[in-house]
């Protein structure tokens, strides 16, 4: 991880007056783009300090921003924000809406020239005293955007960090949202899996799979327990699944959760060893303020011919989840 220095110049503001310039640069429009913002991992001892960064991948047009970090309060706190060296010139301000969510606002009355992926603000963060070593704490974007000089609001894709409790940070691990494989029978049903690498912040899951309605005759999505409770729309039409799932609150945990069961029938008269690709696209993982998560996608497959492994094997019950 690349550290910047604290830039003793940086004008900083407080937060009202801050508020004017959001007030300024409020958006007249929403516009898609590829964007990330990232933060970088962290390291540091119990009852020490260190710094972590927020980078774009695109300076060029970036005239203002706000950012929300969700975190563990037990374990660390994010004490300021301080302006990097490509944003030097811009206001900034920083707050502790609640517990566990650090807010932080910058603005600038013109829009950077410098173009390529740099740092924009460089965080503070404390590893608490009380805190065990070897503490792993997710540090997860719940809203991000920026704004140009003309007021147009862009969408960020949101690369969220990790923080060790302890001497040295954590390595990078992509956040992937995937469909399983497995394999079966002509007229038997195959379960695959839909999980996500790491559950913590999510409150979204979006998506399309797509597969061969010739091999496959019937197809459904059953949501598994850890999100029982929440919104789900399902379609579905010839060879394509399409879902929305979303909850009023977002998971929690590093590990990975299996978020749903997509149940396949074989057609008897399938050929054996014939392939059905499950192709996922149009995915998108969300925090709970709709912020999305720059995410992997990993589609499966179901073969026919061979015994079913023993997923396949499992029974769907009540909870809807098959075991």
């Known amino acids: 991880m690349k550290h910047l220095p604290p830039d003793s110049h940086c004008l900083r503001i407080i937060p009202a007056v801050l508020a004017v ?14 964007r990330i913002v990232e933060l970088t991992h962290g390291a540091a001892p119990p009852g020490s300090q260190t710094q972590i960064e927020l980078r774009i991948s695109d300076l ?5 921003g706000d950012f929300r970090l969700m975190f563990d309060p037990a374990a660390i706190a994010l004490d300021n924000a301080q302006l990097a060296l490509a944003t030097s010139g811009f206001f900034i301000a920083d707050d502790l ?8 606002s910058l603005a600038s009355v013109e829009g950077l ?12 963060v404390s590893s608490l005293p009380t805190a065990p070593p070897g503490t792993l704490v997710p540090i997860v974007f719940l809203l991000a955007r920026w704004y140009d000089e ?14 060790l409790v302890g001497a040295s940070a954590p390595p990078d691990e992509d956040l992937v949202l995937s469909v399983g494989s497995n394999s079966g029978v002509p007229s038997q049903t195959v379960y695959v899996p839909l999980t996500v690498s790491m559950a913590e912040g999510i409150a979204e899951v979006s998506g399309e799979l797509e597969f061969d309605l010739n091999i496959l005759e ?10 029982g409770g929440w919104q789900q729309e399902i379609q579905y039409s010839d060879g394509r699944i399409s879902f929305d799932l979303s909850g009023d609150e977002g998971l929690h945990g590093l590990g990975p959760v299996q978020l749903g069961w997509f149940s396949f029938r074989v057609s008897p008269s399938t050929p054996l060893r014939s392939l059905s690709p499950l192709d996922l696209s149009d995915a998108e993982v969300r925090s709970l303020r709709d912020c999305p998560f720059l995410c992997t996608l990993r589609s499966g497959v179901v073969s026919v011919g061979e015994e079913p492994s023993a997923v396949g094997n499992w029974r769907l019950y009540d909870s809807g989840e098959p075991r």
């Open 60 to 64: 060029a047009g970036f005239a203002g």
């Open 113 to 124: 020239a410098t173009s390529g992926e740099g740092a924009i603000v460089t965080l503070t």
């Open 97 to 104: 809406p609640e517990p566990g969510v650090f807010a932080v």
């Open 21 to 34: 310039l959001a007030t300024a640069y409020s958006p007249n429009q929403a516009v898609a783009t590829e």
């Open 150 to 163: 003309d007021s147009v609001r862009y969408r960020l894709l949101a690369d969220n960090g990790l923080f």
């Open 218 to 227: 019937s197809a459904l999505l059953v949501p598994t327990s850890p999100i």
